[in-house]
T-cell receptor, first 111, second 117 residues
Framework: QKEVEQNSGPLSVPEGAIASLNCTYS??????FFWYRQYSGKSPELIMS????GDKEDGRFTAQLNKASQYVSLLIRDSQPSDSATYLC???????????FGAGTRLAVHP | SAVISQKPSRDICQRGTSLTIQCQVD?????MFWYRQQPGQSLTLIATANQGSEATYESGFVIDKFPISRPNLTFSTLTVSNMSPEDSSIYLC??????????????FGPGTRLTVL
């Protein structure tokens, strides 16, 4: 099993809907998780981090961590075409020595 | 947070040559990293750039091919040596901002897009 796994998508949602992005992880990663957004041709931009079980909200974004089931989710409410990007789930591995990434999920928000 | 700049932003090189990429962070950071992102792929860690000592390379990456320097806490270079078309990729510098082990966050530079002919 890979340390961090994501469905590569694409995930297509209509404008105004909730986009739900999911990520599962193995026992080999530490309990710190990050969501990055990457627009085409740009570098990754940190949008959310989560360390504790439960939900963490920041504007239209909500990160959810379920340690028992080993998954992390990112919900985007009121999706906009400008949210169309690849979303990368990341976690620390090797203790906190390195940050590793899932394959990324491509999100397309259509008008 | 940390603001990271990289030079060059892009380059086209001939096979067999070498390119050195520079990374500058706007504040002192304990950890810097170099990643590669091949077309359509996610990020792969090349190495951790250690200040004052040799870099720590990930499996599949070696110092002869990707020598790294880190002379101080704000600057690092990555050299891609003896390039082949397979080295065509985006190379990303990253810096970790530490505020306690459970709240470290990592930021990325704008990347260097390398094309090898």
């Amino acid at each position: 099993q890979k340390e961090v796994e994501q469905n590569s998508g694409p995930l297509s949602v209509p404008e105004g809907a909730i986009a739900s992005l999911n990520c599962t992880y193995s026992d080999r990663v530490s309990q710190s998780f990050f969501w990055y957004r990457q627009y085409s041709g740009k570098s990754p931009e940190l949008i959310m981090s989560i360390y504790s079980n439960g939900d963490k909200e920041d504007g239209r974004f909500t990160a959810q961590l379920n340690k028992a089931s080993q998954y992390v989710s990112l919900l985007i409410r009121d999706s906009q075409p400008s949210d169309s990007a690849t979303y990368l789930c990341a976690a620390f591995s090797g203790g906190y020595n390195k940050l590793i990434f899932g394959a990324g999920t491509r999100l397309a928000v259509h008008p | 947070s940390a603001v990271i700049s990289q030079k060059p932003s892009r380059d086209i090189c001939q096979r067999g040559t070498s390119l050195t990429i520079q990374c500058q962070v706007d504040s002192q950071v304990t950890m810097m990293f170099w990643y590669r992102q091949q077309p359509g792929q996610s990020l792969t860690l090349i190495a951790t750039a250690n200040q004052g000592s040799e870099a720590t390379y990930e499996s599949g990456f070696v110092i002869d091919k990707f020598p790294i320097s880190r002379p101080n806490l704000t600057f690092s270079t990555l050299t891609v040596s003896n390039m082949s078309p397979e080295d065509s990729s985006i190379y990303l510098c990253s810096a970790r901002v530490t505020s306690g082990t459970s709240t470290d966050t990592q930021y990325f530079g704008p990347g260097t897009r390398l094309t090898v002919l």
